[in-house]
C-alpha cells in the first residue's frame, strides 16, 4: 500500500509545500531535547496493522467518538474549518453528521495506512458536503499554518505523543483565536485489570517486572495539562467505562485494532509464552465473571479548551468583587444545625 502510490505521492507534495510552516521548530536541536518514552515509528507500524485490523463500527469507540461530538451541539458558534487527527479519526468523521457546522475538514494521521482507509470510506460519506483533505503528519510536528483553524479534534491519539503538553501547545497555535480544542485521551485507570494480571504473571514466573502497559495522564493532570497550553476556559471531565470479553486474548486482539499496543521505548520485545499464559489465567481467576467473561477498564478524560480572544468572559481583578461570600451564605447557606 505504501510503495509508489499516488496518494503517497499527493502527500509527500503537501508536506514539502507545508514544511515552513510549522506550529513549533522542528530542528535537531527540538528534537533531541524531548522525552522518549514511546517509540513513534513502532507506533505508527502499529497503526498501519489497525488500519487493516479494526471493525468499521467499534461500538466502544463509537461511544467515545458520540460523547465528543455531543459537545460541539453545546457550543452556540460554527467552526468552518477543522482538524480531524490521529486516534478514533475515522469514527469521528463517520458520526460527524453537520454537527459544529464544518465546511472544510482536514483528516490526518501519521499512518499512511489509516490515511488511505479514511479516503476509500469518504465516498460514503459525500452526502454532508464538507470538503475533505487527507494529510499524513505527526502530531508531535503539526505541519499546519498558525491562526489557520477553527476546530482541532483529536479522539483516543494524543496519549501516544512523547511531549503531550508541547502537541497540544502546537495545536492552539493551529487555532485561529476564539478556536476551539476538543480532545479524549486514555486516563491512568485504563487496563487496571491487565496491569494487575500482567505483574501478577510476571512476578511469578520471570521473578520481575518489566513495563508492558504504557504509563497514562491522571484525571488530576488534565486540567494543568490545558492551561500549561495556554488554553483558556479549560474544561475536563472523565467516562469510565466496562467493557466484557471472552477472554484475555480477544482484548489484547481488539487493542489491536485500535492501535492501542505496547509502544514503550523501554520495553521487551517479546512476551514470554508461558508469561502470557499466566497472565491469562490470572485475569479470569481474579477478574472473571460467572459467565466466563472478563471485564477491562477504560477511563477517558475529555479535555476542552479555548484559544484566547478579546470576546471570552474572564475572572475579574482580586479585590473588586461587590459582594462577599458572607452575605452570599446568609441568603443562600443552609443551617447546619
Known amino acids: 500500500m505504501r510503495g509508489g502510490s499516488s496518494m503517497a505521492k499527493s502527500i509527500s507534495t503537501i508536506l514539502r509545500r507545508r514544511s515552513a510552516s510549522y506550529c513549533t521548530n522542528s530542528g535537531d536541536s527540538f528534537e533531541s531535547s ?45 467552526f468552518p474549518t477543522a482538524l480531524n487527527m490521529g486516534g478514533s479519526l475515522e469514527a469521528i468523521r463517520r458520526l460527524l453528521h453537520g454537527r ?40 508531535e510536528f503539526l505541519p499546519l499554518q498558525e491562526n489557520s483553524l477553527d476546530l ?17 501547545i502546537q495545536c492552539r497555535l493551529a487555532l485561529k483565536p476564539d478556536g476551539l480544542f476538543l480532545a479524549a485521551i486514555l486516563g491512568g485507570e485504563t487496563l487496571k485489570e491487565l496491569r494487575i494480571a500482567c505483574t501478577a504473571a510476571q512476578i511469578e514466573r520471570e521473578g520481575g517486572i518489566s513495563p508492558r502497559l504504557s504509563p497514562l495522564a491522571q484525571v488530576r493532570d488534565a486540567g494543568n495539562l490545558l492551561a500549561r497550553a495556554g488554553f483558556a476556559l479549560p474544561g475536563v471531565d472523565v467516562d469510565q467505562y466496562t467493557v466484557r470479553y471472552e477472554s484475555a ?24 509464552r508461558e508469561t502470557a499464559l499466566a497472565t491469562a489465567s490470572v485475569y479470569q481467576s481474579m477478574f472473571g465473571a460467572e459467565d466466563g467473561t472478563i471485564p477491562a477498564t477504560f477511563q477517558v478524560i475529555y479535555m476542552t479548551g479555548w484559544k484566547e480572544h478579546p470576546s471570552q468572559q474572564k475572572a475579574k481583578k482580586r479585590g473588586t468583587a461587590t459582594v462577599s461570600f458572607k452575605d452570599i451564605k446568609k441568603q443562600f447557606g443552609t443551617d447546619s444545625s
Open 34 to 78: 524531548r522525552p522518549k518514552i514511546f517509540d513513534r515509528q513502532l507506533k505508527f507500524r502499529q497503526r498501519d496493522r489497525a488500519a487493516w485490523l479494526m471493525s468499521r463500527k467499534d461500538p466502544f469507540v463509537d461511544t467515545i467518538a458520540e460523547n465528543m461530538l455531543d459537545r460541539l451541539e453545546d457550543c452556540k458558534r460554527t
Open 100 to 139: 459544529g457546522g464544518i465546511e472544510k475538514l482536514i483528516m490526518m494521521d501519521a499512518s499512511l495506512d489509516m490515511v488511505k482507509l479514511c479516503k476509500d470510506a469518504e465516498p460514503d460519506l459525500s452526502t454532508d458536503s464538507i470538503e475533505t483533505s487527507f494529510l499524513v503528519g505527526d502530531e
Open 152 to 168: 482541532v479534534i483529536s479522539c483516543l491519539g494524543l496519549h501516544w505523543t512523547n511531549d503531550l503538553p508541547g502537541a497540544m
Open 249 to 272: 486474548l480477544d482484548l489484547i486482539e481488539h487493542l489491536r485494532a485500535m492501535g492501542e499496543t505496547n509502544a514503550l521505548w523501554q520495553r521487551n520485545n517479546l512476551l514470554n
